[in-house]
């Protein structure tokens, strides 16, 4: 299993642009999330999906939107970037059923925007 | 979401144990502790979990004290591997919060050669 995976690992960005940050599990998860990471804290939760269809909001949801047609593929859409959305990008899933499995986490896209 | 508390840092020499601790005072019932940890430029990965009792596993164990109000994160020989920010989390078992994971600053543990 190649696990959870993210696409690009940087990206740079100018103030106003949109872009798609990539996220894929192939573990059959049911449970996929978004989260953010600004220097020296801890992760804060964007959105996340509870299903295929099924997507609700987190802690900081504005100025995301995410879609989940698939089982594998969770993508975030930066709609118009701004500098406060310069951040490194977790993507993570895990199994349904109990609340206590383990999340699995990608790499990260560090996404800096100008 | 119930908060936990956690050191900023703690330093340790390679190959002694480690005590990571954290106070949860306020846990409820169906709340579960999970220890987390982020190695530099990586993403989270899991360490363990437990509800009551101690727990073992491969990485680590987890001593909840009885009145589960606090917890200790145990290495029982770090390496230099385990530089890492340690989390410790409260999740609920139950009820519309998904089990999401509320991370906070954690514990930047340091090991030294």
């Known amino acids: 299993n190649a696990g959870v995976t993210q696409t690009p690992k940087f990206q740079v960005l100018k103030t106003g642009q949109s872009m798609t940050l990539q996220c894929a599990q192939d573990?059959?998860?049911?449970?996929m999330s978004w989260y953010r990471q600004d220097p020296g804290m801890g992760l804060r939760l964007i959105h996340y999906s509870v299903g295929a269809g099924i997507t609700d909001q987190g802690e900081v949801p504005n100025g995301y939107n995410v879609s989940r047609s698939t089982t594998e593929d969770f993508p975030l859409r930066l709609l118009s970037a701004a500098p406060s959305q310069t951040s490194v990008y977790f993507c993570?899933?895990?199994?349904?059923?109990?609340?206590?499995?383990?999340?699995?986490f990608g790499p990260g896209t560090r996404l800096t925007v100008l | 979401d119930a908060k936990t508390t956690q050191p900023n840092s703690m330093e340790s020499n390679e190959e002694e144990p480690v005590h990571l601790p954290c106070n949860h005072s306020?846990?409820?019932?169906?709340?579960?502790i999970h220890w987390y940890r982020q190695l530099p430029s990586q993403g989270p990965e899991y360490v363990i979990h437990g509800l009551t009792s101690n727990v073992n596993n491969r990485m680590a164990s987890l001593a909840i004290a009885e009145d589960r109000k606090s917890s200790t994160l145990i290495l029982h020989r770090a390496t230099l591997r385990d530089a890492a920010v340690y989390y410790c989390i409260l999740r609920s078992a139950g009820g519309t919060s998904y089990g999401k994971l509320t991370f906070g600053q954690g514990t930047i543990l340091t090991v030294h050669p």
């Open positions: 993570a899933s895990r199994y349904g059923g109990s609340s206590y499995n383990e999340q699995f």
């Open positions: 573990m059959n998860h049911e449970y």
């Open positions: 306020t846990i409820s019932g169906t709340d579960y």
